[in-house]
């Protein structure tokens, strides 16, 4: 399950390691099977391919047999870890902490995506056409010990686990949670659960996203109050290989890794899938221990990086620094896959910004290649759909057999310029005033679009409201730095008379954390400003900006990321549904923007995809949900991160290359594989 987060890209900010640990992370971390691609193609943007595996991870480089194990990973943090209680944690740090401790039902192979055995050996959906379709699976009996040496009860343990849960509903493991029963089976598997509907990701999303509790620790204990470090002599306790062995949260942390795990039947024999993989290296963990370093900042942590006091460090390295890894030829850059995206979101409950068409011709405006090429140096790949090209089985391009990321599907709202570099500003006015929206195909303020892949229209295929413009009246434009020579009204307002005497309010982070994000939302607000559109900035400090936005959604425009969305679209229910917007300002919302209940909807195509079982009828159905979203435009997409994972490679070898986020998503794969170089027997 994804932890509660979100993240940005490149690293040189806390927003931007929050993007990696922003809400949702724990919780959208979610994946199912998928269908696979015969004919993979190669895309001209990046290195990302079309099939839906990463099927240009490495090969495995050394025989598990040759590897004695020792050595310790140093690896930095930018920001503290905020709790060792799995309930309570909700920050990445927390979560790279806390993953070696505990054992999930089914694990995602990082390579192909698939669905495989862990805790869990088999399972099985019965009753699928019902309205409450039963999941029933076997729990592994043999090899499973608690960390504190109590022995394992296979049923026992995973019924409290899933009742706990079902009881409790703790953070974000109560998102997801579609099931309302658990017991014993009486059928000849050991455990049945019962479904609140169907979930076609019920392989992953019910038995691979909750960790295994020990009921002897938890039976009757409220999970606020709890504190597994001063309760147990060597924190939490799980069936993973790892103990959290040291919590220092402003300082430091350690995992140490335990040799039981490593010895037992159940890491070297059970798992035959790993045995078998050309990816991963079975037998690991084969490091003592992993020792995390806080440093407060991206900035220091990468400079720790480069000067050798850390081996790796959390996210990919800030595009200004990838010159001096290279140049350390006992360093490098582990290549990977982004996780997720960065975005602005729009507050669509808001008018006029609940107008599809309004909140189109702000995308336009949105000067792209200044930001990927001028303030990212080429470092970030420019967004389209609310989906990692990193998770591509759903993309709207490889279910249909286009180009990822370059098809003329996936840019509708590319920067609209006149003469090449200035905004094309008469071009987004007659576009308001002629009523249009991007839906079918057509020309837009100068720029085809062939139409979705799908066929799927936008929301609206007009303009909600009657847009004009005439002399200028608000004080942001007549002080405005640049020409203003119009200013828009909305059915005869303007902005500010339809908002309560207030611009528009652009969020950003404060320019000193983030100042190419500062720039180029700058650019944006003067591009708007031209086009006759009163719009302001505010800088505002992350926890202040994520309660405005999330909590009270009370917000017009904001920066943001997720990562660790789900790899087979149930992402997209979490965000956009409008089930999850929380408007009772109580609850965490997901789905800040409010779409759904205002601004256009696609939750018949969300529901539709959401209990769709076959992978291939599956991935399709979200395909389409994720082009109507497209083009309601609740979200405008930033980019996706090119992602460049520091490493010493001159001492730990087995490093994963090519799969998503190996820093946070797929850092249990990371730490299984690597091995120290000097306790290699030749």
């Known amino acids: ?79 503290a870890p905020d709790s060792p209680n799995i309930f309570l944690a909700s920050n990445v740090a927390s979560a790279v902490g806390l993953a070696p401790v505990y054992d999930y039902g089914t694990k995602i192979d990082p390579v192909t995506f698939e669905v495989k055995p862990n805790v869990f050996t088999d399972w099985e959906l019965k009753n699928a056409t019902k309205e409450k379709p039963d999941v029933y699976f076997n729990v592994r009996k043999e090899g499973l010990k608690w960390s504190d040496g109590e022995k394992f009860k296979p049923i026992e343990d995973v019924v409290f686990t899933y009742q706990y849960i079902l009881n409790k509903e703790p953070s974000e493991f109560s998102v997801w949670k579609d099931y309302e029963k658990i017991e014993e089976a009486s059928n000849g598997w050991d455990v049945h659960i019962k479904l609140t509907k ?71 024999n059970s798992l035959k899938w790993i045995k078998d993989h050309k990816s991963l290296i079975h037998g690991g963990p084969f490091l003592d221990g992993v020792k995390f370093t806080v440093y407060g900042g991206t900035s220091p942590m990468t400079q720790a990086f480069l000067n050798g006091k850390i081996d790796t460090h959390y996210g990919s390295v800030d595009a200004a620094q990838i010159r001096k890894v290279k140049k350390d030829d006992k360093k490098s850059l582990v290549k990977g896959y982004d996780s997720g995206f960065s975005y602005y979101g729009f507050n669509c409950r808001r008018a006029p910004l609940d107008d599809v068409a309004f909140r189109q011709a702000m995308a336009f405006m949105f000067d792209d290649r200044y930001w990927i090429t001028s303030l990212m140096g080429g470092h970030v790949i420019k967004g389209d759909y609310v989906q990692s090209p990193g998770y591509r089985a759903v993309r709207p391009e490889t279910v249909h057999g286009g180009e990822l990321l370059t098809d003329p599907q996936t840019n509708a709202f590319d920067f609209r310029s006149a003469g090449g570099k200035k905004p094309d500003i008469e071009g987004v006015r007659k576009f308001l005033t002629d009523g249009n929206v991007v839906s079918g195909p057509g020309t837009y303020v100068g720029k085809d679009f062939t139409g979705t892949f799908s066929g799927v229209k936008a929301s609206r295929s007009s303009a909600k409201y009657e847009y004009t413009f005439g002399s200028v009246k608000s004080k942001v434009l007549a002080d405005a730095n640049v020409s203003v020579d119009k200013e828009i009204r909305i059915d005869g307002q303007t902005v ?19 100042p190419n994000e500062a720039k180029a939302i700058e650019r944006w607000k003067e591009n708007l400003l031209q086009v006759g559109i009163p719009v302001r900035t505010e800088p505002i400090e992350f926890n202040t900006m994520t309660g405005l936005v999330y909590q009270q959604e009370d917000f017009d425009i904001y920066p943001m990321g997720w990562t660790g969305i789900s790899a087979y679209g149930t992402s997209i229910e979490t965000f956009f549904h409008s089930r999850n917007t929380g408007d009772d300002h109580q609850e965490f919302a997901y789905n800040s923007t409010g779409y759904g209940v205002a601004g256009g909807s696609a939750d018949d195509l969300i529901e539709d995809a959401y209990t769709e079982t076959d992978p291939k009828a599956r991935n399709k159905k979200w395909s389409k949900a994720i082009e109507r979203i497209y083009l309601d435009m609740p979200y405008m997409v930033q980019d996706y991160a090119k992602y460049r994972w520091p490493m010493n490679t001159s001492k730990f070898g087995g490093v994963l290359t090519n799969i998503v986020d190996p820093a946070h998503v797929n850092w249990d794969a990371e730490y299984s594989n690597i091995y120290s170089k000097e306790n290699i027997d030749n």
């Open 1 to 79: 399950m994804p932890w509660r987060r979100n993240r940005s890209r490149n690293g040189d900010s806390r927003r931007n390691f929050l993007k990696a640990s922003g809400a949702g992370a724990a919780a959208l971390s979610l994946a199912g099977c998928s269908s696979q691609d015969e004919n993979p193609r190669t895309s001209t943007r990046g290195t990302v391919k079309t099939s839906t595996t990463n099927e240009d991870a490495n090969t495995i480089d050394v025989d598990p047999n040759q590897i004695t194990p020792g050595g310790t990973l140093r690896y930095g943090l930018p920001v």
């Open 198 to 268: 169907t979930v076609g990701t019920w392989d992953s999303s019910i038995l691979g996203s909750v960790p295994i509790l020990p009921k002897h620790k938890w039976e009757g204990v409220d999970y606020n109050n709890y504190s597994p470090m001063r309760e147990n002599e060597e924190g939490p306790v799980g069936t993973g290989p790892g103990k959290l062995t040291q919590f220092n949260p402003n300082v430091s942390m350690q995992v140490t890794f335990r040799r039981d795990y490593i010895e037992n039947t159940y890491a070297l």
């Open 496 to 514: 500010p008379e339809m908002m309560g005497g207030n611009a528009i309010t652009i969020f950003i982070d404060p320019p000193s954390e983030k």
